[in-house]
Each structure stands twice: as structure tokens, then as C-alpha cells.
């Protein structure tokens, strides 16, 4: 009996992707708009540069990073130990460590005293969500991750005849670069569907969801 059904059904299920360094499994939304885990915070190492929302990161300001919430959503953090909470605006993407929902900003993690901790259990709330979020979701498929941009390009080129709509997304970290080979998708349907065809030619296929 074939075992290619079965085999591209575990590639699509069990597709992680290279961020940060890491692997990382798929995050979803907070259910009920209520979220606990682990917080971190960022500062000096991202201070004055671009964040996913296209806006210049200010260390100052009263800003997180969230993996999946649209960007432009107004959250209160919680620290579950002390008590303190803080209104944060979401303008960028992340964290990448596993086990962490939230990186905070240098301002929001001196109002909940994490910044000597450095990381600390909080519950986040969603208090707004921008107008039209969910109809502006874009969706793409992760196919790679690579340090070496030429790598990264040996792929998309790889890709370029059977998806035409392949592109590279660097993603930079404090300490490195990843180029990220990914095939833009129209809606989640056409998605799935990129997903299921990359996951049958061998390809670690993870579905991408972004405001």
C-alpha cells in the first residue's frame, strides 16, 4: 500500500519553520482574547529600526511584539506575580523563543518590572482590535529558512517555474539574518492548497497568517 497520502498529511501537520534560530511550532490567536505564558522585552538591539508594522521601533514607547494578533491591537499585560499592568499597542512580530507570547518594549517592561528580570508569567487581554483586521489577513506558505541568502535563493529559484508567486522575506535578528522562502497565497484556501501540493513534493510546507 502507498504511503504518500499518509506521508504528505504528517508533512503538512507536523511543519515547523527556522526563526531566531529555533524551531518553533505554529501559533494560533488567543482564544476569548485572553492569553497567559511568558513575557520578555526588547530594547537597545532593535531601537531605530523598521518593525513588521513598517513603523521605527522606539524603545520608549509603549509598544509589544505578538506572533499572531493584527497588528495596530491595543492589549493590557498583566503581571501575574506583582500586579502590574500596561496598556501596549502590538506593532510588531514575535517573540521567537519557545514557551514566550509576548515581547514587550523597553518603556512597557520597566511599568511591569521586567526589565531586570527579564522575563516574567503575564496574562494578556485584548482590549481593541484595528476595524477590517481580519478581512486584511494575508496568507503565505513557508517553505524555508536559511542564514545564506544564496542558499535562499537557490530555493526560490528552485520553486519560481511551479510557483510563480515564491518570494524572500529576510527576517533579522540582534545577532543574524534569515531569509525566509515563502509562496504568497491569495486567501487561506488557495493556502492549503500551496501547502498540500509543496508538503507532496518533499517540502516542509507551514501555512503563514499576517495582518
Known sequence: ????????????????FIAAGAACVPRVRPQGGVEVG????YGPDF??????SREVFNMYEMTAAHPTLPLGTWVVVTHLESGRSAVVRVNDRGPFARGRIIDLSYAAARVLGLVGPGTARVRVEVL????????GVRYAVQVGAFVSRPNA????QALAAAFPNVYIEPFATPTQTFYRVRVRAS?????QDLAARLAAAGYPALLIEAP
Open 1 to 16: 500500500m502507498s504511503r504518500g497520502p499518509a506521508r504528505r498529511a504528517a508533512l503538512v501537520s507536523l511543519a515547523v
Open 38 to 41: 511568558v513575557a520578555s522585552w
Open 47 to 52: 531601537h531605530g529600526r523598521l518593525t513588521a
Open 128 to 135: 481593541t482590535v484595528p476595524p477590517g483586521s481580519e478581512q
Open 153 to 156: 535563493e537557490s530555493l526560490r
Open 187 to 191: 486567501g487561506r484556501e488557495e493556502a
